[in-house]
């Protein structure tokens, strides 16, 4: 497990080339399950966990991590399987997403493999709206699930998705009706959350799933235009991780073309406290922002739809 935690401490540089490393896992069973090593801090064996009253039944306890409350999720039981039940011999995936630590307790861990975003494909289209992935890829024959582990927290820990009062009219001091925003998210629950946040100031907005949808509905938008698109979306919100195509491979495709490089890019991620600051400036975004709150999304979008 040391060997394994070094990987993922010294792994992490493929963000920008449309790469990224799998963490693979198992709740139940041979199904292997992948998260993004980016978002990973450590994984240990399941420690002594602290019952929460009043919890979620999802949530299994508090793991104390030097010192640190860390809320320990059980992932199989909060997307619909079987509650884990021998903890000894069970992993804490110890994550951070939408600015928060957390734990996600899984029956076993693998390896890291190393893969392209154009080989993480969207769910297979018919499974319905009650699933929890947000993406599918292959690794060695097998088919490999990634939890929409934004949905997992939305169900368990809801956050406040209500734009101020202050903030609501501030933006009423300027109409939105004729420009549109594009957000583009792998997760159903994000996009519903940046959805309901524009819409309420009045603003405009297309929804896509991923980064290869996005560029493909711009490059229709600016040929529809014909000319620079910034005249009618301005702005793009767009996640980082996502099938296809990732935020940052975006960015870039965006900012090389001269009929959409005039747009603003805002990056909308749960990679929280790891994010690389430098890519973000490197591919040329504007602004980074971590989900999930409603305000600050808001100004931001205000600043840039304001911007020359």
């Not at 992993?91 to 693998?110: A, C, I, M, P, S």
């Not at 235009?225 to 991780?241: A, F, M, N, Q």
């Not at 495709?253 to 490197?282: R, T």
Request: glycine share 6%; hydrophobic share 45%.
């Amino acid at each position: 497990m040391s060997k394994l935690m070094a990987a993922v401490n010294q792994r992490t540089n493929l963000v920008g080339n449309n790469r990224l490393e799998l963490l693979l896992f198992r709740l139940h069973g041979k199904q292997p399950f992948g998260i993004n090593v980016f978002k990973v801090r450590e994984v240990l064996q399941c420690p002594e966990l602290t019952e929460m009253p009043g919890s979620s039944p999802h949530v299994r306890g508090i793991a104390h991590l030097r010192g640190v409350p860390v809320m320990v999720i059980d992932l199989s039981q909060a997307t619909g399987g079987k509650r884990i039940e021998d903890l000894s011999t069970a992993f804490v995936l110890v994550t951070e997403y939408n600015r928060h630590t957390q734990g996600f307790l899984v029956n076993g861990v693998d390896r890291i493999v190393n893969t392209n975003w154009d080989q993480i494909l969207p769910p297979p289209k018919g499974a319905g709206a009650g699933h929890y992935l947000t993406a599918v890829t292959e690794i060695d024959g097998k088919l490999v699930q990634i939890i929409d582990v934004e949905k997992v927290f939305a169900e368990i820990t809801p956050v406040n998705e209500d734009v101020s009062e202050d903030i609501k009219t501030k933006a009423a001091e300027r109409s939105f009706k004729d420009v549109i925003v594009l957000v583009a998210d792998d997760s159903a629950v994000a996009r519903n959350q940046v959805k309901r946040a524009l819409t309420s100031i009045g603003i405009n907005v297309e929804l896509v799933n991923d980064g290869k949808l996005a560029l493909n509905w711009l490059t229709a938008k600016a040929a529809e235009l014909g000319g620079d698109i910034s005249t009618k979306v301005p702005l793009l919100i767009s996640d980082i991780e996502m099938p296809e195509m990732d935020g940052y491979t975006l960015t870039a495709e965006i900012k090389a073309d001269p009929l959409l490089k005039n747009m603003h890019v805002v990056l909308h991620s749960s990679l929280s406290g790891v994010f690389n600051e430098a890519m973000v400036k490197k591919v040329g975004a504007d602004q980074f922002i971590a989900k999930f709150h409603p305000d600050e999304l808001v100004s931001a979008v205000q600043k840039w739809m304001n911007a020359d």
